[in-house]
Each structure stands twice: as C-alpha cells, then as structure tokens.
C-alpha cells in the first residue's frame, strides 16, 4: 500500500524544530511520507538528522510585501498540483491565508490548518482593513470538505466561528503545542540569591517586554542586588520587534539582563524563580508558560488571549491587566518575599502541566485528526 504524503507547512525550520517536530517524526512512524516545507534558515541538517525530508520554501513570515506574498502562494501552488498531496498541515495564519488558497486550488483531499495565535494583526480591539482581507480569503478556502482547523485558546476558535470563517463542525480544540514532562521534569525552587525572574521569548513589544522592564524599576529601590531580571530571546524582524540598540539601553547587564537567544533554556528555567510573561500579543498558549508550569515555576502573566489558560489565578500564579506595570510589579512583590509561595504555586504549575499540556497527548490527537481526514 502507498503512504499517504502528508506535507507540514511552517515559517521556519527552528519554529518547526521547538514546536512541531514530535508530531511529523511520530507521524512518520504511523505509516505517513512526511515533508517538511518551511524556509531554512541554517537547521535543515537537525530536521533531516529526525528521518525527515525538509523543502525550502520562499516566505517572509513577517512581511506584507505584496511581491514576497504572491512568491509563497505561488511556490505552494505549484508544489500542490505537482506532487499531489494527501494531506497538508498549515501551521500558522500565513501558511493557513495561502496554503489553504493553494490546496483549494490544487484539490488537496486533505487540509489541516492549525491556529497558533493571530499575533500582531488581530492585536487591536477590532480587526482592521488587513485583517478582515485575510479572514475573507481564509473563509473561502475553508469552504470545503476534508478540513480540520486546530485551535489552542477558545477567543480564537469563537471569533473563526463567529464570522463563519468555519464551521462548528471543522473545528478541533488542542491546548497549545505540549511539553515533553519527562524532558522537562518538575524542579523544586533553586532557593539562594539572587532571586531570577526569567522571560522567554522574541522581542517583540507586544510580548510585554517594555511593561516587565518598567515592573523591574519600580522593583529596583528595593530589590536591586537581591533580585535579576533575565530577558531571554532573539531579535525579531517583526515591526513590533525591539531594536538591539533599544535593549541594550534598558539593559544594565546586572539587574536586568538580556541574553538575546539561548539554546539551554530548560537549564535557565530551573535556576530561575519566577516566569514573568505580561504579553498583550494576540498568543496561542505560550510555550514559555507551558514550559515554566512543568518545571515548576510560578507564573505572572496577564489576562490576555492565550496566556490566562496557563494561570489558575492565586494557583499557580497570577494573572494581570494587560499594560499595568504596576499591578505586576506587585504580584512579583509577593512571590520574591515568600518562597513558601512559590514552592506552592510551582507545583500546582506542574499539576496542570501533567492534566493539560502532555506532549504525549497533543501528538496522539494531532494522529487521530491525520487518520480521520485520510481514512485510516
């Protein structure tokens, strides 16, 4: 019998290396011809190192140049009617906006479009003129059969239904991207001094890096020598994204640091305290926080989409307004001074990792929609 192809479109070989790669390599295993089609941007060999194939892909996961778009479009349209596919798997809204166009077009049997976070588009109160243009062309495409759409936060899977985007019945829950709990084990509380309050993720602004840098100076009379700020990712070209020059100021390499990107974050996470997140950035379900629930680490994260699906609030941390440095300086007040707290609320982190964000069982749903769509 044949494998079916089954063809896993992200933006980027890292991003398909820390979020999706468990998925294709089990999914190989169950029988599937998987490829992989992102832009290489150095890491194809760790991609091909799993047993996978990987294909460049032209895209500029962060541009709106109408000549760059139409090139993406183009590049998966053709690798469609080619090859024919059984199955593709968007992850993302600019591979769901044209690769779903494409495999309408192409008459792909089978489209799984995964929605991990609007990001800076949808990040007003109401979706502006680019965002409704987007919304419009993905409600086509998904006017099909042989769709599933994954959504991780129940705001995004409500405003896809609310607008008939999809249908109710396309429509699959899974809680973020997963965590493997064995890798990441639970950590008791490093205890000592300094105490470290760590951020993971891109500069981007909207990740709430400028409202955690504010939280820290008002902290800085009283907690500055007990206590450091460590801000850990790299630059983005996001047009939100923060400047090297622009860090590097509000950084004094002491307090508050930066470390820009960081290949050993499990090790950072457990000498670190306290995660410290108060994104406002339209998310997913953060991995950084999923990650800090399993090893054990409070949180302080605000009320926004995606985030406050980690947080049981006063359980295993905190949640706060969006933009209120003060409200977070705070509830990191509290959690520095009592390390009985945070040994608390850490491991109530790690009971919730272990009910909701098993890696084990996103990877089986993600098989189950797979064998659904191909018959299996």
């Given at each position: 019998m044949?494998?079916?192809?089954?063809?896993?479109?992200?933006?980027?070989?890292?991003?398909?290396?820390?979020?999706?790669?468990?998925i294709?390599?089990?999914?190989?295993n169950?029988?599937y011809?998987?490829?992989?089609?992102?832009?290489?941007?150095?890491?194809r060999?760790?991609?091909?190192?799993?047993?996978?194939?990987?294909?460049?892909?032209?895209?500029?996961?962060?541009?709106?140049?109408?000549?760059?778009?139409?090139?993406?479009?183009?590049?998966?349209?053709?690798?469609?009617?080619?090859?024919?596919?059984?199955?593709?798997?968007?992850?993302?809204?600019?591979?769901?906006?044209?690769?779903?166009?494409?495999?309408?077009?192409?008459?792909?049997?089978g489209?799984?479009?995964?929605?991990?976070?609007?990001?800076?588009?949808?990040?007003?109160?109401?979706?502006?003129?680019?965002?409704?243009i987007?919304?419009?062309?993905?409600k086509?495409?998904?006017?099909?059969?042989?769709?599933?759409?994954?959504?991780?936060?129940?705001e995004?899977?409500?405003?896809?239904?609310?607008?008939?985007?999809v249908?109710?019945?396309?429509?699959?829950?899974?809680?973020?991207?997963?965590?493997?709990?064995?890798?990441?084990?639970?950590?008791?509380?490093?205890?000592?001094?300094?105490?470290?309050?760590?951020?993971?993720?891109?500069?981007?602004?909207?990740?709430?890096?400028?409202?955690?840098?504010?939280?820290?100076?008002?902290?800085?009379?009283?907690?500055?020598?007990?206590?450091?700020?460590?801000?850990?990712?790299?630059?983005?070209?996001?047009?939100?994204?923060?400047?090297?020059?622009?860090?590097?100021?509000?950084?004094?390499?002491?307090?508050?640091?930066?470390?820009?990107y960081?290949?050993d974050?499990?090790?950072?996470?457990?000498?670190?305290?306290?995660?410290?997140?108060?994104?406002?950035?339209r998310?997913?379900?953060p991995?950084?926080?999923?990650?800090?629930?399993?090893?054990?680490?409070?949180?302080?994260?605000?009320?926004?989409?995606?985030?406050?699906?980690?947080?049981?609030?006063?359980?295993?941390?905190?949640?706060?307004?969006?933009?209120?440095?003060?409200?977070?300086?705070?509830r990191?007040?509290?959690?520095?001074?009592?390390?009985?707290?945070?040994?608390?609320?850490?491991?109530?982190?790690?009971?919730?990792?272990?009910?909701?964000?098993?890696?084990?069982?996103?990877?089986?749903?993600?098989?189950?929609?797979?064998?659904d769509?191909?018959?299996?």
């Open positions: 044949t494998r079916p192809r089954l063809y896993m479109v992200v933006n980027e070989d890292r991003f398909f290396l820390s979020h999706r790669k468990e294709a390599v089990e999914a190989q169950r029988g011809d998987v490829l992989v089609v992102c832009k290489d941007t150095g890491r060999k760790e991609v091909e190192d799993l047993g996978l194939r990987m294909l460049d892909m032209p895209i500029n996961p962060t541009g709106t140049a109408l000549r760059e778009e139409r090139l993406t479009y183009k590049f998966l349209l053709k690798l469609y009617r080619r090859d024919k596919p059984d199955l593709v798997h968007h992850v993302g809204l600019k591979n769901i906006l044209w690769g779903g166009l494409a495999a309408k077009r192409a008459k792909v049997p489209v799984v479009n995964a929605v991990s976070g609007l990001g800076v588009l949808f990040s007003g109160k109401k979706p502006g003129m680019m965002a409704r987007v919304m419009s062309v993905i086509y495409s998904c006017r099909r059969e042989g769709l599933t759409v994954i959504f991780q936060n129940h995004d899977q409500n405003l896809f239904t609310r607008h008939h985007i249908r109710e019945d396309q429509c699959a829950f899974i809680k973020g991207s997963g965590v493997d709990l064995n890798r990441l084990a639970y950590t008791p509380d490093p205890g000592g001094s300094p105490i470290r309050i760590i951020f993971t993720a891109r500069m981007v602004k909207e990740k709430g890096i400028l409202v955690l840098i504010e939280a820290a100076e008002r902290l800085r009379g009283d907690m500055e020598g007990k206590v450091e700020f460590i801000l850990c990712g790299d630059l983005s070209a996001n047009p939100k994204a923060i400047s090297r020059a622009e860090l590097e100021s509000l950084c004094d390499g002491h307090y508050i640091q930066w470390l820009g960081r290949s974050v499990r090790q950072l996470l457990e000498q670190s305290h306290i995660m410290a997140f108060p994104s406002y950035y998310e997913g379900v991995k950084s926080l999923i990650e800090a629930c399993a090893i054990g680490r409070p949180i302080v994260t605000t009320l926004s989409y995606g985030c406050k699906d980690t947080v049981v609030d006063g359980e295993n941390g905190f949640l706060v307004p969006t933009h209120d440095s003060v409200a977070l300086a705070e990191l007040r509290l959690l520095i001074d009592d390390a009985d707290l945070r040994v608390r609320m850490g491991r109530k982190g790690r009971e919730k990792a272990e009910r909701e964000f098993s890696l084990t069982d996103v990877v089986k749903r993600h098989i189950e929609i797979y064998n769509l191909c018959g299996r």
